[in-house]
Each structure stands twice: as C-alpha cells, then as structure tokens.
C-alpha cells in the first residue's frame, strides 16, 4: 500500500488546507497539507505550545511553491499526548512522518523549539533536508534554569511536555552543538532582534555553527512570521527561490 493511504484527511482540494492524522510509531501525528501534490515538499515545525495553526498567516503563500506539511508535535493540538517527551524523540517523531509519506527529502523551518527539532534532524540526517530555515533559535548552549508556572485552564499541549522540554533546552546535550557541523542544507537563520527574548549574539552562534550558514534579522521580536508576515515570506522566498526574487505582497496582493 502507498504510505500516503495510510494518512486520515478531512478535504481534499489542492487549494484548500486539508487537517490530517497518521500512524507514526506507537502514536498518530496530526498535521495540516495545502498545495498541489506535486509540488515538492515543504514541512513547518513549530514553537512550543504552538501547533500548526500557527503557521496558517503564511501557509498560502508556501502554498503556491510547495506541497506544505505542518505537524502538531507530539504532546501538542491534535497528534497524540503519551507522557514521553524530548527533542530527539520529537526529531524521530518527523524523520517517521517523512517516511510514512515517501518524503525523500525536503525543505524544513522550525520556529524556536521547531527549529531546535529541525536543526536536529538537519544534523542527524543531512541527506533528508535540502534547504534549512531557522526562526529565532539559539544555538544550543546551556542558560540559567528556571521554572515556568503553568497557565490557568485548559491548554491546547501537555503541561508536562512544557517542563521536559524546558530542562533539555536549558541543558541542552552537548552533542547537539556538535552535531551542527554535519548539517549540510543551505541554512538561514532568521533572527527577531532586540525585541525577541531569544539572545541574539546565541542566534548568531547558531548561524555560525551551520557550515555556510547565513544570518539574518527581522526586528519584530520572537514572533516573526506573526509580526511581519510579510518580511518573513519575502525572506523565506527569497533564501528558497532566489531565482524568482519577490516584489509583491506576498500574501496574495501587489505593491
């Protein structure tokens, strides 16, 4: 059977967004596609306690270019919520999801912890991503614990996953940084500037981590893809098509 059957959609229009689930592993990874099936792949992990309604600003301009695949990680919106959290877990999680779908290789952006999954895949197997982009991630460098305080009411990801995945970020392994040398995608990071809470000179670390890694900033804090949607496609574009040079609103508009 072709393992894209083994995927459950709901719509199945190239131009709309169809809302997936599939088995990978012992869990089921639910996760959005938009685009012409032809088109090649693209795939946006995202931030943590996000899910891949955060990406829906941007996704229909991808959308024109690349088949989009956006995941809700594990422990978070709609895909499975077992109890095991970590970053290298998460990375076999989308290394799984890809061959449950026959993607042989692909574009890849991660925003913050999708971009530490990201750079971890892009390390751990370099033959699978072709071109990296990296929303305001550090560099993996330990930093001060702390402890965050859980949200009042009911939340969209798992509480405990929040805190796994805050130890390893503040503690990070040390191969991780390692590692970033045997990334071999055409990688961007994109820094949010003053704004962001991210340390930017760790943002630039990373960049410089990837070999011919390139570095750019959006002054729009954490958030880029929110704040400037626009900036952050015309950059996407342009780092992943620099053929096709934009100059239009890239949402859909002229100027």
Known sequence: MNA???AECRGYLPSMVDHCTIGVGDIRLAYRVAGSPDAPPLVLLHALGEDAA????VVPAFAR?????ALDLRGHGRSDWPGEYSLEVMRADVLGFLDALALDRVDLIGHSMGGIVAYLLAGEHPER????????????????????TRPDGELS????????IRRQVDDPDPMWLERLGGI???SLVIGGGSRSHVPQGRVAELARRIPGGRSETIPAGHLI???????????ALRFLRPAE?????LRGGTR
């Not at 270019?65 to 695949?69: A, Q």
């Open 4 to 6: 894209a059957l083994l």
């Open 54 to 57: 955060d990406w829906d600003g």
């Open 65 to 69: 270019h690349w088949r989009v695949y």
């Open 129 to 148: 991503v072709g071109r990296l982009i990296l929303e305001d991630v550090a560099a993996p460098l330990p930093r001060k614990r702390t402890v965050p």
């Open 157 to 164: 990801y798992d509480w405990e996953m929040v805190l796994a």
């Open 184 to 186: 071999t995608a055409r």
């Open 225 to 235: 893809h929110h704040a400037e949607p626009d900036a952050f496609m015309e950059m």
């Open 245 to 249: 040079a934009p100059d239009r609103d």
